[in-house]
């Protein structure tokens, strides 16, 4: 078949869901026609413009960068549909009828071009009634693409086949999700709920069984299924509280009746805190009240104080303070699998639910196999990239072990599955395998392990063997990624920059120097590339009173950053999630960045009561000096600059950083998947090594004295005014100010970055004695939020 190219993407339904995957796909690059019902007036598309304003207004962002708005063309059913001739892919995502569904695909068939794409959104329809009554071309090229909500947050991407999709159009979508959209693509059988929804919902189930079973709260139940398990705080009672205690209920009761074999699903029992609930319509925040609810109390910043139901007697109340050693013992953890083996040691009842919880979890997916899919792996894959859990299903049936997994089962009077007794009988006691640093998961069919595919351009650290560890210290490991570069790899806790880290750098560069490697990446596999600088050390020095010491350690991250920036070897940052702070000083002073979409940048350092002191001030003012152009109004460009460090500003994307000054266009780059950009910066290592020039260290920097000074302090002044700053804050703003100028000179002037580093660390230092700054770094370190005083 012809190479498929996606131009133009057509999205059948403007609801909640259908919006956020248009802005999705827009926000990749792609256009696309949004088209639902006609309004009635004059303006058809009224109800599809709201609708979209209403998905572009909510927090998070459903789009990347408020630029990619303009990829989005809004219609109706009635006048459009003419316009899906000139679309490449059309996704239908309106409401879950059959009928409706069906009528709306004969009016497609009428425009569509031969060979065009057409997916259906849907959570539960089987895909061979979707097709009935469809031509041979529209059914070849037809599957079910189940985006999960939302769609530019979680990366899953179920696709399920008809008996008639062409194999290429798969293949496509597999790629073309995982290149293009980030996704990861997960291929399922054509079975209630798909593997996710099959999975995550009976097991959400179970929790409220469990949870009026062992009369816990509600807190601690989200605590244990949430963060000591590895997924999001919002556990088991917030997400529903989130997601809708009707829409949870209603997908529950669906497989119930579309499962009737299914005898663990049957099993669960409804606890009579749902009923209580859903006969009052409190379905959470929908209705304004739900597992949890906002009461009239206020607490001591004047926000309303949240109360939770007791499970018990359906009252809400303050949630209680915890007791369970289970929860004490879990945040003192920060490995997954040893911290799931310590609370199982537990004996209390928040470990009870986790051996019940997790035991139902293994018995219940086990079972599951091979109805809804023939891989372990794809299960794993969809309930870690669809829920967010850290590992799926039997990722953590690997991590306490294979018998103690059995054993859970035994507990809870679980049969286990024919396959998994053979696996017993054949002494194989793991579900994965590393194998030449390739991932193998065993083939429940044939008990053989099998490479995963999809695995070449994703390179995973803690799979390459030892002799791939070139150096390594508390704080880094340096790794042979071969083709001659190296990756640097934080291994600090939450990879906060400590001394570990800088003098690593140092030494990383020095033995790649020296050994004629290509080049290095500096990145992990980590959620978060850093939380920045190690604070902990900073207070800990500022509070001593030990500056000489302070000047050293400031001194040694200004020199790493230099360091990389004057190697005789490219350095590229491969960055995602976090990268604060001194991170995005490290990366600025790279030669080039692959940077995850979802990597969220910024100099943070004034939420703290500080400036940019590892190099990025600086950076700032020799970006600034390199953007000036003769004759030109110089002024704008420096506020800009100022702002976004005096502000502490944050992009929400990568494509967000660009705008701040955080990447550059000429050198830096967006990856659109989460897991691929350590195998993108290397072939960009690769490429700068070609014809790579050692830097010469730059004297030619122009800052504008007094002139700048004066306008960035009015700048300063009107932030104090309107109430964007605190006086501690204007402090801060003047030193920023004070660095971007280049001091106060008289009129301006060229000067060298060790002149602008002195000023650098000179204002950091000067910072580091204030009270209020001391302040904020303490409150920082104690309730992890900043301190505006």
């Known amino acids: 078949m012809r190479k498929r190219r996606i131009r133009k993407v057509a999205v059948l339904g403007a609801g909640l869901m259908g919006s956020s995957i248009a802005c999705h796909f827009a926000g990749c690059g792609f256009n696309v026609l949004l088209l639902d019902l006609p309004s009635e007036g004059k303006d058809k598309n009224k109800n599809v413009k709201e609708a979209l304003d209403r998905c572009l207004k909510s927090k998070p962002a459903n789009i990347f960068h408020k630029k990619f708005v303009s990829n989005i063309e809004c219609g109706n059913f009635d006048d459009d549909l003419v316009k899906l001739k000139d679309c490449d892919w059309v996704i239908e995502v309106i409401i879950e009828r059959l009928d409706l569904k069906k009528s709306l695909y004969e009016k497609i068939e009428n425009h569509r071009k031969p060979k065009t794409l057409i997916t259906s959104n849907t959570s539960g329809i089987p895909v061979q009634q979707l097709v009935e009554e469809r031509t041979e071309d529209f059914k070849e090229h037809f599957c079910v693409t189940h985006f999960f909500n939302p769609p530019r947050y979680l990366p899953l991407l179920e696709v399920i086949p008809s008996q008639e999709t062409h194999p290429e159009v798969l293949e496509f979508i597999q790629d073309f999700g995982k290149r293009f959209l980030g996704k990861q693509v997960v291929i399922c059988k054509d079975t209630p709920a798909f593997i996710a929804n099959r999975i995550g919902v009976p097991a959400m189930g179970k929790v409220f069984e469990l949870a009026h079973e062992l009369k816990l709260n509600i807190g601690d139940v989200d605590k244990l299924t949430g963060p000591a398990l590895g997924r999001p705080k919002s556990g088991t009672f917030r997400l529903t509280d989130v997601v809708g205690l009707d829409t949870a209920l209603m997908v529950i009761q669906a497989l119930k009746v579309n499962c009737p074999q299914d005898r663990l699903l049957q099993e669960i029992s409804s606890p009579p805190f749902l009923e209580h609930l859903s006969s009052n319509k409190w379905f959470g925040n929908k209705s304004g009240k739900g597992f949890f609810v906002k009461s009239t109390e206020l607490d001591s910043s004047g926000k309303a104080i949240i109360h939770a139901m007791d499970l018990q007697t359906l009252e809400y109340r303050p949630d209680p303070k915890t007791l369970l050693e289970s929860i004490q013992i879990s945040k003192q953890i920060e490995e997954l699998p040893k911290r799931l083996k310590a609370i199982l040691k537990c004996n209390d009842d928040g470990a009870v639910l986790i051996r019940k919880s997790l035991g139902f979890l293994f018995g219940y997916t086990a079972n599951r196999i091979p109805e809804i899919s023939d891989h372990l792996f794809s299960v794993d ?84 063997t030892q002799e791939k560890t070139i150096l390594k210290n508390s704080e880094i490991k340096l790794h042979d990624i071969e083709d001659g570069v190296l990756c640097l790899e934080f291994t600090s806790k939450y990879n906060a920059i400590g001394e570990g880290i800088l003098k690593g750098i140092q030494d990383s560069i020095q033995l790649a120097e020296d050994q004629g490697w290509k080049g290095i990446v500096i990145g992990n596999n980590a959620t978060n590339f850093t939380v920045g600088a190690n604070l902990m050390l900073i207070g800990m020095l500022a509070f001593q009173q030990e500056y000489e010491m302070l000047n050293q350690a400031v001194k040694l991250f200004q020199q790493t950053s230099m360091r990389c920036r004057y190697s005789a070897i490219p350095l590229v ?108 910066a290397k072939r960009k290592v690769i490429e700068l090594a070609e014809q790579y020039t050692q830097p010469v260290s730059r004297n030619d920097i122009n800052v504008l004295g007094r002139s700048g000074l004066g306008t960035l302090n009015t700048a300063a002044f009107t932030l104090l005014k309107g109430g964007y700053a605190s006086e501690h804050d204007i402090k801060i703003a003047k030193k920023i100010a004070h660095v971007l100028c280049g001091g106060d000179l008289s009129g301006p002037q060229i000067v060298s970055e060790e002149y602008l580093l002195d000023l650098e660390r000179e204002a950091f230092l000067s910072l580091c004695t204030e009270p209020k700054t001391m302040a904020r770094i303490q409150h920082m370190l104690e309730n992890n939020k900043p301190l505006r005083n």
């Open 381 to 464: 894959q969809a309930l870690r990239n669809g829920f967010g859990w850290e590992m799926g299903p039997f990722e953590y049936w690997d991590a306490i072990g294979f018998e103690e997994g059995l054993a859970l089962l035994k507990e809870l009077q679980i049969e286990a599955p024919n396959w998994l007794e053979e696996m017993q009988a054949k002494g194989l006691n793991t579900f994965y395998q590393i194998k030449d640093s390739k991932l193998k998961c065993i083939n429940p069919l044939t008990l053989k392990y099998d490479l995963l595919p999809d695995q070449d351009d994703i390179i995973q650290l803690k799979y390459l």
């Open 573 to 680: 940052a491969a960055t995602q999630g976090y990268v604060f702070g001194g991170g995005t000083e490290i990366l600025m002073h790279c030669d080039a960045a692959v940077c995850a979409v979802e990597s969220y940048i910024g100099l943070v350092e004034v939420g703290v009561g500080l400036l940019p002191g590892g190099g990025g001030t600086k950076e700032f003012a020799l970006r600034f000096s390199d953007q000036m152009k003769p004759g030109e109004v110089q002024i704008p460009q420096l506020i800009d600059a100022f702002k976004t460090i005096a502000t502490a500003s944050v992009a929400t994307s990568a494509h967000e950083a660009f705008d701040y000054g955080y990447l550059l266009k000429s050198r830096d780059q967006v990856n659109m998947h989460n897991k691929t950009q350590i195998h993108r």
